[in-house]
């Protein structure tokens, strides 16, 4: 038995997870109609490459991937392209997004599919392509590219591979009910995912004691294998992946740090068996079991959902009464996000679709106000002060909330659960979390503005000082010319007394001095070919050089979320158009 | 079909203010009930009269305020206040030195500065030291425990109280009497021993002081109650008891004439366990952080004990508590816990982490 670590805080909500487990994973039949939004994943949005009335067939793609922190869309079921066009999404801003909308023609025809079988003797090159290519995005909370998380291009290697099988939200048991189903093929996952990062030390599987059927289920598959089913006690957000860390090794992550870069891979237990499916049977990523819960609901229960299908579809199997609950939440019931209606499509990150009723989760009450009775604080599993986050959020003191280390919150809502004052503290933290980087982004851009002013300022001070300075020059010249002159005509033909004046020059030598020297500069200006070659090239290979750091800069900025993003891929695509630019010039020298 | 949006969290645990203001106000029956056998009437009648008092005056102040009454006099923020400071008024005190005790304590102290989770200082201690400046003589007139009573006489009754505290009757001879705290603070020339032997107070009591031990116990009960409900962490109780007694343990001065008191005495006299479990635990003017409620806790024990044995005030909670409510805001900005993830502690003064 693995030594576990107790976090600080986390919460006890009841956990009804009971109510949906009762019944195997279950299958819907095809929904008419499948809605496939572009960005289901952190990172660029999918590229449409089929067009409206052409025919696919299940599995084909459907939208490739665009850069390198993407991934690309399949069809879930064969069928025709009946619309691309911006349709409500899951999104807790109500907002609309590019979709593409598949009207199946109930064959559910695959496209030609192979896997591997021999996997170890793949490249893990090759093995991560397979993953980035079935469109596998993590499947348990933010959706972050899996092909990405496993590149090599690190600075240490991976020595601990955490399976996270946690679900520690209350109603959830799509991952308890795959791995009890499932078992076999996630650990076969999982050691593909161990030959991808070239066999860590230690492959954990961490999950909680309140899942006893799922524990047996794994047990006989990793026997032998060298990875352990970790078991710790249930507590909420023991599933976050700061707080699992540090549970299963007792290490905490540095704020603003990646995993990766402590030498730990933290993933999805339903990712890895979405790995298992890409290479060994050879299918791309377009189903997942979601779980269907909540009193709403008469049949609660998990379903093997294809990516795409309306929620609509899955309530309406599920006997959902619409009069007995007022919101319907996509996620947990701590950190879902209500939907604005049931038309949006369960997408690859859809764990569970509540559906409460009023008297499992009645309306809010009003806030009452802050007593800084510290309930919070006893719940937070950061270790912040929620009460004081509160207080600088509604002052919007910023230097306050970053000393006080906003930006370590997780928002898994402990605090808010625990408020005796019903005060809505995450949407707080969230909201004074999109003004600091507002703020960041502005002061950027400020910055910038007024070092560009005061170089032009500049630029244009100098230029007026070597004007000045040439004017003196010139004037001298000339009063020493005209002494030169009035000197000469006063001596008349004495003894050549021009060549003895001290500027050592005649007026006319000194024309021709200047002329020459604007010869020199004109020639010096026209370098000979080869030289003009010589220097693109050395152009375009530093162009590359900065296009090549400006998109991990801009990875990194995606994986991390540090609300840089649209800055940095701006200056992505600034570097690519002058590296065009350059090129197209060597052309026409070549010409 | 469109549905309601609402952001997360979700769930709620079934805790709430409201609830929470009510266990204290439960968890303060021990205590009175202490006070009522060793004291009489007196502490029950100050505290009813204090609560209809503050819930008037918090009710005219929020509608004055344009607020919901029912929603804010719904915390029952107010009755605490009130019971607070009734319980910890001389019992039966005039009848105005509780309205004035109270009127001050929730419109000045609690409304004016914006009501529930805005005050500096806790109200029940401003209204405290409100009346104890200007109206020494009344809040210094303590009734004597039961067990000093002269032989054949008892409390005054239920009615007779009220005539006192309502009509100005006097109380009978030997009803009134000094408070151990008093005692100590007038027995210079006496070792701690030859206090103990000849003062009724402490020769009739069982560790203490008469009546005092019984009331300190009764709000270390109390407290315990709350504690276990986890209304409050132990940081900010402990920080006080532990001092006081540390303090009372140093300048113990192995009894002699000049010894302020034993540690048990302090412990289980004045207002010490009231002090300690529900007037320092008022978190809106308290320090946020655990380790701040700790050093907030000992700032107030150290303060109460120098006061005690060196000022001019027998028993010094109150001020102790508000001297204190001054500091919070700055022991607060340096002591954050550390975070997950970060080696150090940030102080909240700072820009940027070092």
Known sequence: ?591 | MAFKQVSSPHAHAAQNTSLVMKLVVLATIPGLLALTWQFGWGSFINVVLASVTAVCCEALIVKMRGRSISFYLGDYSAVVTAVLLGLALPPLAPWWIVVVGTVFSIVVAKQLYGGLGYNPFNPAMVGYVVLLISFPIQMTTWVAPLALLPVGTAHPGLIESLQIVFAGYSPADGVTGATPLDVFKHSSGLLVDQVYDREPLFNQAMFAGAGWEWVNLGFLLGGIILLSQRIFTWHGPVGMLGALALMSIIFWDSGSSSSPGSALMHLFSGASMMGAFFILTDPVSSAVSNRGRLLFGVLIGVLVYIIRAWGNYPDAVAFAVLLANFAAPFIDNYTLPRTYGHTDRRRATEKEED
Not at chain 1, 218 to 233: D, K, M, Q
Request: hydrophobic share 35%; with cysteine; charged share 20%.
């Open chain 1, 1 to 591: 038995m693995s030594r576990t670590w107790v976090t600080p805080g986390g919460v006890h909500p009841p956990e009804n997870k009971h109510q949906s487990v009762t019944q195997p994973i279950g299958q819907l039949p095809i929904p008419e109609k499948l809605i496939i939004p572009l960005s289901q994943h952190i990172g660029a949005a999918a590229t449409p490459c089929v067009e409206i009335g052409q025919s696919v067939l299940k599995g084909q793609v459907i939208a490739e991937a665009t850069g390198m922190v993407s991934i690309p869309m399949h069809a879930p079921s064969s069928g025709i392209v009946s619309a691309i066009e911006h349709r409500p999404i899951a999104h807790s801003s109500g907002m609309l997004a590019p979709c593409i909308e598949i009207t199946t023609d109930g064959a559910d025809s695959w496209i030609e599919h192979q896997g591997i079988s021999d996997y170890e003797h793949i490249s893990p090159r090759k093995l991560i392509e397979m993953v980035g290519n079935a469109g596998i995005s993590g499947m348990g909370g933010a959706g972050f590219p899996s092909a990405v998380k496993l590149n090599p291009g690190r600075q240490r290697p991976i020595d601990t591979l955490i399976v996270n099988a946690t679900e520690c939200e209350p109603y959830i048991t799509a991952d308890d009910s795959a791995i009890r189903e499932r078992a076999g093929e996630i650990v076969e996952g999982i050691k593909i995912l161990s030959a991808i990062l070239d066999h860590p030390h230690h492959i954990l599987i961490g999950i909680e004691d309140n899942k006893p059927e799922a524990i047996e289920a794994l047990a006989p598959h990793v026997e032998g294998t060298g990875i352990s089913v970790v078991v710790f006690p249930t507590k909420y957000p023991s599933g976050g992946e700061k707080q699992l860390i540090y549970i299963l090794t007792g290490k905490e992550l540095p704020s603003g740090k990646l995993p990766a870069d402590e030498g730990v891979v933290c993933i999805n237990i339903g990712t890895t068996y979405a790995i298992k499916r890409a290479v060994i049977d050879g299918e791309p990523l377009i189903s997942r079991v979601t779980t269907v819960t909540g009193d709403a609901v008469a049949t609660p229960r998990n379903y093997d959902t294809l990516i795409g299908t309306p929620v609509s579809h899955l309530l309406e199997h599920s006997q959902f009464d619409e009069q007995a609950g007022g919101r319907v939440v996509m996620g947990g019931p701590m950190m879902g996000f209500t939907l604005p209606s049931a038309d949006v499509p369960i997408v690859k990150t859809t764990n569970c679709i509540l559906a409460p009723s009023y008297a499992e989760i009645p309306d809010d009450e009003p806030a009452q106000p802050c007593i800084r009775c510290g309930m919070c604080a006893e719940a937070c599993p950061a270790s912040l002060l929620p009460q004081q986050l509160f207080w600088y959020a509604q002052a919007q003191e910023h230097d306050r909330l970053e000393a006080h280390n906003l930006f370590d919150c997780i928002e898994c809502g402990a605090c808010s659960y625990v408020c005796p004052s019903n005060i809505p503290l995450v949407q707080y933290y969230r909201a004074a979390k999109g003004e600091i980087r507002q703020a960041r982004e502005e002061k950027v851009k400020s910055d910038h503005a007024r070092d560009r002013f005061e170089f032009h300022k500049e630029r244009i001070e100098q230029a007026e000082r070597e004007k000045e300075a040439k004017r003196a020059a010139r004037r001298e010249a000339t009063q020493q010319a005209k002494a030169d002159h009035a000197a000469a005509t006063a001596n008349g033909s004495a003894a050549a007394p021009s060549k003895a004046t001290p500027t050592g020059a005649t007026p006319s030598s000194s024309a021709a001095d200047i002329i020459a020297a604007a010869q020199a500069r004109a020639a010096a200006k026209q370098a000979s070919p080869e030289d003009q070659r010589a220097k693109l090239e050395r152009t375009i290979a530093s162009a590359e050089q900065r296009l090549k750091m400006a998109e991990e800069k801009l990875a990194e900025a995606i994986s991390s979320d540090s609300g840089k993003q649209d800055q940095l891929s701006a200056a992505v695509e600034n570097t690519r158009q002058k590296l065009e630019q350059t090129k197209s010039k060597l052309a026409e020298l070549a010409e």
